[in-house]
């Protein structure tokens, strides 16, 4: 590359000659692209800049030119603030009041709030009540009520009445120096006003529809209107302070930013320091590399130009004839050949199987046909960059292979059918997705088959993929191992210090509401329900129930002692506690052959059911015997003594009373396969227990006693 365009040797370029000689000292992205200029961070500006250089500043993402002492930037619609532009001014006060300068929204807004509100109150307003028009219910009067009225008035007693005759009236009034006739008009007047009237009164003021100074709202006052648009624009009344800054702050917002402001940088006058720059001058300057030098010898050189000092016939150089070939052999002129510089072809370039098209110094791209395929080979250094505003990929019949849309997404095709699409948050699949294996950073798949399965339902199997086995109420998570030897198993791994490992159940009102729990602290397992703890496991296997009862729920069924080693010698039988039952029963004093007209002046009984034996409690006492035959008894017990043969439950009174005939000892024995005991006692000198006859229970018997036995 040459400059073609010169004023003379070894002097500096002209504006117009650097501009027409731009192609030969800087590099393009093509003929018709962008020129590249050099770019940086602002920690990579050069450590001596010299007035004009202009880069682009990576860190503030804008072109910056060194005005000899400080660099400056170029402004855009990009900008997200105006810190960095000294044609924009932020002063509350506007105190320096420029013409060639902008102000911030925030001084606007600053500006304009400190001048309404130092004219937000009536107060404060210049002008009397003779500047206010008159309205429709209210106007101006010019009636002054005098001192000396109101002294008059004054001295007049409440309710004051004609209570002298004519002749008094008549002989009072003459008596009195420079008396005046007090006519019917006056006496109308004075009619009208109340007793002990103060037309400074707050009250009678306001009642009467007038503005008190020392009023402190103006709510009841026509004159004052309150619209924060200001849509009635009345000349004769006045705005509330809400209303005016109201108004004042919604027509200063609308006008806040330099975007909402009219005209544009035309309209701002250069300054000393900072010039306008036309796009056009833009452009130029940014087509212009840092600290380009056009008479530098190593910039000429890296652009492919030749210096005056480098050529040996630079007479016969400065003397070439265009009409002249370029070459003796070359078939048409040097104005109509292609220049070095580059230029506009008007004819194919034709080249042959395996004849490449290389590009770089070192034939890094290469792009040729073999004659069966067509490529293009980055074959050097760095990678293969293509730029444009869109990228598509398309097969000679017009199929898409793939599109790519500028900040947006990247889609790709399979038979001309958008498959696969990049988004804002990640990628889209459309249609199914099929891996033989999986990586990312939350799941990492190394399954050799199908390990997780969702059907349509949207329920999900592990080891399987069907899910007809499963109760419909919970095969939304099928765990399935059908392998021997093995088995399914889910784990819920915490921190083995102080963490927790968690089931919950819930609904839709309360994800909580139930819960499975080990504490890792204590090793404890806690089961949880209604959103409260309910019962819990020692790590020593003791099992605590926090509230309600331990509930056994079916018949037959208990806490089972088995595993107990027996403490006795004897044969041990079912080790199972079944039952736990407490309760009351009525104690009857009676007959093993007949009972019947009894009446009771006490029946208490209790009892308690551990397994198969029942204790019972018992006082009762009659207080008419009725008719009681064969043997006395207690009968009415709860639950039905065993059948086992041999078995006697013993009965034992603690406290009888009211016998009819003596007795030293009183007890009873159970009768088998039946709820009674009979009685026996012991009289005086005996050597066993007889059966009680009925005949020695009185009227008033009294019998306190306890028994045991089984069921």
Known sequence: MAITTRSGKGSPLTHNEMDANLSAITEKTSATGSVKGSSGTTAQRPASPVEGYTRFNTTLNRHETYNGSTWITAVSSANTDTSDMSFVVDED?????????????????????????????LSELSGTLDDVADG??????????????????????TAATADQTNAEIKTAYEANADTNEFSDAEQTKLSGIEASADVTDSTNVASAGAVMESDTTTASMSFVIDQDDMSTDSATKVPTQQSVKAYVDSQVQSKDTLGELGGNLDDITDGTTYKKMSATEQTKLSGIEASADVTDTTNVTSAGALMDSEVTNLAQVKAFDTTDYATSTQG?????????????MTGDVSLGDNVKAKFGASDDLQIYHDGSNSYVSDAGTGDLIIKAGGFQLIADNNDIFMKAFVNNRVEFYHDNVKRFLTTTTGVNVLGTLACDGFTSTGIDDNATSTAITIDASENV??????????????????????????????????????????IAFGDTADWDTGRLQYNHTDNSMAFHTNSAERMQISSAGNVTVKTGNLVIGTSGKGIDFSAATPDGTGTTGSEVLDDYEEGTWTPVIGGSSGTSGQTYATQIGRYTKT??????TFRVALSAKGTITGNAAISGLPFTITALTNYRATLAVGYFSALATTAVHLSGVGINNSTRANLVDLAVAAVSTAAVDTSNIGNTTRIDGVITYEV
């Open 611 to 616: 397994g198969n034996s029942v204790t019972c």
């Open 461 to 502: 199997g592990i080891g399987t993929s069907s899910f007809t086995g499963a109760n419909t109420f919970m095969d939304d998570l099928v765990v399935y191992n059908a392998t021997a030897g093995t088995g399914a198993g889910l784990s819920i791994i915490g921190n083995a210090t102080n963490g927790y490992s968690s």
């Open 136 to 157: 429709t219910t209210y106007v101006k009067s010019t009636n002054d009520f005098t001192d000396a009225e109101v002294t008059k008035l004054s001295g007049i007693e």
């Open 332 to 344: 048409t002129t040097a104005d109509n050949a292609l220049p070095l510089a580059g230029g506009t």
């Open 93 to 121: 006060a506007m105190t320096s009041d420029s013409a060639t300068k902008v102000p911030t929204q925030q001084s606007v807004k600053a500006y304009v709030d400190s001048q309404v509100q130092s004219k937000d109150a």
